[in-house]
């Protein structure tokens, strides 16, 4: 009786842990601007599908920042679920006003990306998710410092990916300002490589990166979003 006691209390107080797990969405990095995100709903996110090779999972939604061929792969996303969604640059700035699409297992908020001689505000987008756990994603798709960011802090974002690749987009220093304008939780550099092959990461330059609370993902590793 006494061990049978002893095994219902230890489960009665795993299962808040437990739920917080199962409520955390999980992402996967996989190079240069891919992301795949798994929701607490079980819901498949692919964002800007290009670099690795973990597209097996059926895609619900498939977001794409703009139409450079290292950010739209979509034919990679073979396997999709029958409702899936794809939202890209299009659909998210119609006539400059930047879009919000309730998904119920996530809101995704295109905001502004550009603003450099490779990408127009118009045609460009960054999107910031936020799930049912209340965490929220900003990806920042290929960009330099938008006019946007400046008020973005009220926003209250956990994640940011930056890109940070120093030649199409702004670099390390210029990102670390922009990650103080948006003072998220946790900065995360990305994009920052430009060969288009191999792991399409540079270590060497996400260590460079000085934006404060930051985070440092390979591709291939996860991130539980809590």
Same mark, same amino acid.
């Given at each position: 009786m006494k061990r049978l006691i002893t095994v219902l209390c230890t489960l009665l107080f795993s299962l808040p842990f437990a739920q917080a797990e199962a409520d955390s969405p999980t992402l996967l990095y996989m190079g240069q601007a891919s992301l795949r995100i798994v929701t607490a709903e079980g819901k498949v996110i692919y964002i800007d599908p290009y670099a690795g090779d973990d597209y097996d999972l059926p895609a619900d939604l498939i977001l794409v920042t703009h139409g450079h061929f290292d950010h739209c792969a979509v034919d990679k996303v073979q396997n999709r679920n029958e409702n899936?969604? @794809? %939202? !890209?640059?299009?659909?998210?700035? @119609?006539?400059?006003?930047?879009? !919000?699409f309730n998904l119920g297992y996530v809101t995704v908020?295109? @905001?502004?990306?550009? $603003?450099?001689?490779?990408?127009?505000v118009n045609e460009c987008t960054g999107y910031v998710l936020t799930f049912s756990n209340g965490k929220s994603v900003y990806v920042t798709g290929d960009t330099s410092t938008t006019e946007q960011m400046a008020e973005m802090a009220d926003m209250h974002i956990d994640y940011v990916f930056w890109c940070t690749d120093g030649v199409f987009n702004m670099g390390n220093e210029e990102a670390t300002r922009c990650a103080d304008l @948006?003072?998220?939780? $946790?900065? %995360?550099p990305y994009h920052n490589d430009t060969s288009n092959s191999g792991m399409m990461f540079d270590p060497d330059a996400a260590e460079a990166f000085d934006a404060p609370n930051k985070l440092i993902l390979l591709p291939g590793e996860e991130l539980s979003i809590e």
């Open positions: 899936c969604v @794809v %939202i !890209t640059h299009r659909e998210a700035v @119609v006539d400059g006003v930047h879009q !919000t908020e295109a @905001v502004e990306a550009g $603003y450099n001689r490779w990408h127009d @948006v003072q998220a939780k $946790y900065n %995360i």
